[in-house]
């Protein structure tokens, strides 16, 4: 045979039919063209071994539908499983409280919460948080139980959302600045034991037969035994937004918080005496990292109303700010001057690289991360750091939190190879328990992990 040595077509497979020879070898034989400028030599030739492990599975078993043939190469199925899908090393799994309790107690007058309505230390936020813990179990509150928490933001906040965690209760986020519909819809499909709340936020969360606990007059009760809290506990219901369809009450455990709060806080370098900034309702995940990552590390949380207060501050020095794409992109051009931050986390919309070029020019010394998640799994499932950017749209979405699985799989939940395009799903203890009260749309959302231990679960995330 002769080559042109050029290809006529951006992919041809030439398979000749065996001569009729008796002496010829039997099988196909076949060549393959390529354009240059378009394929490089190896992933031809993965291509082509691709090919042919398709062919021998189709001899072996001609039954099998094609659908369900695997093409993945012999060393590709670990690398997507283990490589590139998992990370071996995993925080410790245990609960909210005992984390925040563990810092007490090793740190009890350092600066935990700040705002501008005060500030508490270690000692006082977990003094004050028993102080409603034992009100709320006097009130019959039990393991498991849901309270929703309706406060300004102020430290108090942060101390009532310990308290109820210490209770054994799992806490329902009420934003009192959400509109009332919204507010009302929320309580009335969670049906909350209690309501805890303050005087003068008391009127915003009202309904039938809904008792409240104001924080404003819990006094240091008699103690009640504390239930024995577990990791696989509930630790909070939080309401979706509702963009895709009718807001949807999502169960977190405290094994999902306290795993990836851990490793956030290791990843973004939270350390004791560090600040990060809340500027998160409590409505959304991004809330939880920004307080449980904080002061399960020893660090300050500084609270305030939102981060465009940045753009009315004189100077801020901290470890971490947390938001989502947007709103960091409004406040960028208003930075103060005199301002340090040693981390940005973009998180909750895709982050457009243009935006970290920006924020490389304004903030050149500042690491920039963009994290990816889902309400169902717990705020971030995969994060990373980001250097110069090229020319794509947007930014990567880095790489799995320890103890955390991704996989991209076809609709037959098999891996696809890498360049494919399937779907992302997300395994591990961060997974939430499923939409409350919503079994028939829990069901085809949190499936079997065909990759794990047998129980294991995985979340689509569409």
């Not at 002496?23 to 394929?39: I, K, M, N, R």
């Not at 930014?395 to 103890?403: D, E, M, R, S, Y």
């Amino acid at each position: 045979p002769t080559s042109t040595r050029t290809s006529r077509f951006d992919l041809l497979f030439n398979i000749v039919e065996p001569s009729h020879d008796s002496a010829a070898q039997p099988g196909y034989a076949g060549h393959v063209e390529y354009a240059t400028d378009l394929f490089d030599k190896e992933t031809i030739e993965q291509l082509i071994t691709r090919f042919k492990t398709v062919l021998r599975t189709v001899v072996a078993t001609p039954d099998t539908p094609l659908r369900t043939l695997d093409v993945l190469l012999p060393d590709e199925r670990h690398r997507l499983l283990e490589a590139w899908g998992r990370t071996s090393t995993a925080a410790s799994i245990t609960t909210v409280p005992g984390l925040i309790e563990n810092m007490a107690a090793r740190m009890p007058d350092a600066i935990a919460v700040t705002s501008a309505d005060g500030e508490l230390t270690y000692r006082q936020l977990d003094e004050r948080a028993d102080h409603i813990a034992h009100a709320l179990l006097a009130q019959g509150v039990h393991l498991e139980s849901v309270v929703a928490v309706a406060l300004p933001r102020s430290p108090e906040l942060i101390t009532a959302i310990l308290g109820i965690l210490k209770a054994g209760a799992a806490y329902l986020p009420i934003d009192p600045a959400y509109p009332a519909d919204r507010v009302e819809s929320v309580l009335s499909d969670a049906s909350p034991a209690v309501v805890v709340t303050d005087s003068a936020t008391a009127g915003s969360v009202v309904g039938n037969g809904l008792r409240h606990l104001l924080v404003d007059e819990v006094t240091a009760a008699g103690a009640h035994p504390r239930p024995a809290l577990l990791p696989d506990n509930l630790a909070y219901l939080m309401y979706t937004s509702g963009s895709s369809g009718v807001p949807k009450g999502v169960g977190i455990t405290h094994a999902s918080v306290t795993l990836c709060a851990q490793e956030l806080a290791t990843r973004f370098d939270i350390k004791p005496g560090g600040i990060t900034l809340a500027s998160t309702s409590v409505s959304f995940d991004v809330s939880v990292f920004e307080i449980v990552a904080t002061l399960a590390s020893g660090g300050t949380v500084d609270m305030v109303q939102d981060v465009l207060e940045f753009a009315r501050r004189d100077t801020w020095a901290g470890s971490v700010v947390s938001t989502v794409p947007s709103a960091f992109a409004e406040l960028l051009n208003d930075l103060p001057e005199s301002i340090t931050i040693d981390t940005v986390v973009l998180a909750g919309e895709a982050l457009p690289a243009d935006l970290v070029r920006r924020l490389r020019q304004a903030l050149p010394e500042t690491r920039i991360f963009n994290a990816y998640g889902q309400t169902e799994s717990f705020y971030a499932t995969t994060t990373g750091p980001l250097s110069a950017m090229d020319e794509r749209s947007n930014a990567p979405i880095g790489t799995p939190l320890g103890g955390v699985h991704v996989y991209v799989l076809d609709p037959d939940l098999r891996l696809v190879p890498r360049g494919v395009a399937g779907e992302l799903y997300v395994a591990g203890p961060n997974i939430g328990r499923g939409y409350h009260a919503l079994p028939g749309l829990t069901a085809p959302r949190f499936v079997a992990d065909p990759f794990g231990v047998a129980g294991a679960r995985m979340y689509r995330t569409g």
